[in-house]
């Protein structure tokens, strides 16, 4: 089984795993970039993480540290928690002390998996080593002082993966028993197509975005967004979307507005309390709430929307104003069919034979 776990980040997802794993018993390794020596500097100084909220206990990791080469030879599993923007900097940086036998999990997955295939490729990297993605986070958190993140629901060690390619899926959740209990997706397309935060983020940012300049840091997306307007274009969306994930021969998994229709209906939900009170965010529309699920989730559905000759004329019309805001062209720029390296000649059956 595996033991020695190196934990890719030092926002508050990276906290809570570093810290959850190393309550388990696992030897973890909590690394990131220089410029993120602050908050890794305050775990260093206390010795511990503090979990607070849904999730309570000390984790102590037994390495933290700016130093890929001390952070990823020797690990087994290395865990990957970053903004989808990080991904490739992430892989450069990982990519000169990557070996044989380790399993990276990109978490949430957002089809970085191609981004450190394609540098890895670039680079030279030889060795087997796997590339898979989670279907959505970890834990929903936050940092709330140094080395302490709040975690907003139970801990749940559950959920779907698939590794690129997803010949390999099998053997990375056997490596995978007793450290996580995950579930194989088809291939890493159905895990980003079914991303909750595609539902969750785009239309209720936009459409929050004079509140948002307003209240800058006293913003919740989750307190304030959800009005029935705006519920009935992410209804709109989730229509979408489900049409789009039919035509490709999946699912939809679960129910998308799930988290929406609980923190709107708190009294017959209390297990969603600590996350409604301290799930807070975004304080600027310059975020990953547009960034990530627009360029990454959103762009993707809408790409293979156009490749089955179908239309998502709301989820278009939210991304191209998101794109307007933050001066990024989320549709054309983000990680589409195109962009992954699926040329226009090729069916989306063509396509997912590849993965």
């Known amino acids: 089984m595996i033991k020695k776990i190196t934990v890719v980040g030092a926002g508050s ?7 959850i794993m190393s309550m388990r018993g696992f030897e973890v390794t909590l690394f990131d970039d220089a410029r993120f020596s602050k908050e890794l500097d ?3 100084e206390l010795g511990f993480i503090e979990l607070r909220g849904k999730i309570r206990g000390i984790g102590t990791p037994a390495c933290v540290t700016t130093d890929p080469a001390e952070a ?10 970053v903004p989808a923007d990080r991904h490739e900097e992430i892989a450069r940086k990982i990519a000169p002390y990557v070996h044989d036998g380790q399993h990276i999990l990109i978490i949430p997955g957002n089809l970085g998996s191609f981004i450190f295939r394609k540098v890895f490729d670039e680079l030279g990297v030889k060795g087997d080593i796997t590339l898979t993605e989670k279907e959505g986070n970890f834990c929903p958190c936050r940092l709330s002082a140094p080395a302490e993140v709040t975690v907003g629901m139970p801990l749940k060690l559950k959920g779907n993966v698939a ?9 990375v959740l056997k490596a ?21 935060n595609v539902i969750n983020h785009i239309a209720s940012t936009v459409l929050s975005a004079a509140e948002i300049d307003h209240k800058g840091n006293k913003y919740s997306l989750f307190k304030y967004a959800f009005t029935p307007t705006v519920v009935h274009c992410i209804e709109k969306i989730t229509a979408e ?13 679960g129910e998308p507005m799930g988290m929406i229709h609980k923190v709107l209906h708190l009294e017959d939900h209390p297990e969603v309390a600590v996350f409604y009170e301290y799930m807070d965010g975004p304080y600027s529309v310059n975020h990953r709430y547009l960034h990530e699920d627009c360029g990454c989730g959103g762009a993707f559905v809408l790409s293979c929307a156009k490749r089955l000759g179908m239309t998502m004329p709301v989820l278009e019309a939210f991304m191209g104003v998101a794109g307007a805001m933050n001066d990024r062209d989320y549709i054309h720029g983000g990680r589409t069919l195109e962009n992954l390296g699926f040329g226009p000649e090729l069916t989306m059956e063509e396509i997912l034979k590849q993965v």
């Not at 990823?72 to 928690?81: C, K, Q, S, T, Y």
């Open 72 to 81: 990823i030879p020797g690990a087994e599993a290395i865990f990957v928690h």
């Open 176 to 196: 995978l028993e007793g450290v996580v209990e995950y579930t194989a997706n088809a291939n890493v397309f159905e895990g980003v197509v079914n991303a909750g």
């Open 13 to 19: 997802t990276g906290h809570a795993v570093a810290g």
């Open 42 to 44: 305050a775990v260093k």
């Open 163 to 171: 590794s690129l390619p997803s010949s390999d899926t099998a053997r």
């Open 241 to 253: 979307r489900g049409a789009v994930i039919e035509a490709m021969g999946m699912k939809v998994h």
